[in-house]
């Protein structure tokens, strides 16, 4: 995941907004779908098991993709990254009042701590103020990616058991039905640099197909509340991937939010040094 908003940068470069979604959803169904048969129990005739594809194919990838690379169109990349550490206190909120998960106080504040860091390394400075309204939506979009994703990782958690690469390659199979349109549009004019192609393929081999297989089985074996710190730490690469591949600086409030970051990531850990659902 902290590659994908670099990558999406990278695509945006040649492609729209629309292109840009469109083809994460279908070049990352193309990918997952033979890995299904491959390495899952393929796509069962289930009316239960595509019922829930459905919900996860919006939820987890329709929604979230679109509000995300909308967001990117006029937002930094670190700033994107900062709002979506939002996702782990969504996720405690959700799972405490849905999946009645008892959270320890040292983690909630670790938790606020490297949220701290986040809102420090995001600049707000930069996008509060007199020029803040250009960003209002944007910013809202990325609010509403975030809370898909985060209630996302509850339905995974309470839904029926199922074979997770066999339920991820449905509900990407689904979503990529709202991106063929889109992503045809792209043989249409000339033919892009293969900058943009690469962030293009980037973001859906490695930060759709691959992450979100590996996300859906730490959350169905872990529970989602034992991913919450560790996003936090993909938002510090996120940063030093901006700066390697995008040219962004290495400004000093990045240097202070690191420190705040690893102290939350420190205080969210528990007494074995391992992270834990609670």
């Known amino acids: 995941m902290s590659l994908s908003f670099v990558f999406v940068k990278i695509s945006l470069e040649g492609f729209t907004l629309e292109q840009a979604a469109g083809g994460r959803l279908v070049i990352?169904?193309?990918?997952?779908l033979p890995i299904t048969y491959l390495l899952g129990d393929g796509l069962p005739l289930k009316l239960w098991f595509w019922k829930w594809a459905a919900i996860l194919g919006m939820v987890n990838f329709v929604l979230p993709i679109g509000f995300t690379t909308y967001g990117l169109l006029s937002l930094p990349s670190n700033v994107v990254g900062a709002m979506f550490a939002l996702i782990p206190l969504i996720t405690i909120g959700l799972s405490t009042v849905i999946l009645k998960i008892k959270v320890s106080r040292q983690k909630v504040i670790g938790l606020a701590i490297g949220l701290t860091g986040l809102l420090v390394i995001s600049e707000p400075h930069r996008w509060i103020g007199a020029t803040?309204?250009?960003?209002?939506l944007p910013m809202l979009a990325i609010f509403a990616a975030a809370a898909c994703l985060a209630t996302a990782a509850i339905l995974i958690r309470v839904m029926p058991k199922a074979n997770p690469i066999s339920l991820i390659g449905a509900s990407s199979l689904i979503a990529s039905v709202f991106g063929i349109w889109p992503f045809l549009s792209v043989f249409e004019g000339e033919f892009t640099s293969m900058r943009p192609w690469l962030g293009l393929l980037g973001v859906s081999i490695l930060s759709t197909a691959i992450a979100y297989c590996i996300r859906f089985f730490l959350i169905r074996?872990?529970?989602?509340?034992?991913?919450?710190?560790?996003?936090?730490?993909s938002i510090i690469l996120t940063n030093i991937f901006g700066v390697l591949l995008l040219g962004d600086a290495i400004t000093t409030s990045m240097k202070?939010?690191?420190v705040l970051i690893f102290a939350g990531l420190y205080l969210a850990r528990d007494r074995s040094g391992y992270m834990k659902q609670a």
């Open 28 to 32: 990352g169904a193309v990918f997952l």
């Open 132 to 136: 803040g309204g250009d960003s209002a």
């Open 221 to 233: 074996r872990k529970g989602p509340v034992f991913l919450a710190p560790n996003a936090y730490f």
């Open 256 to 258: 202070i939010a690191f």
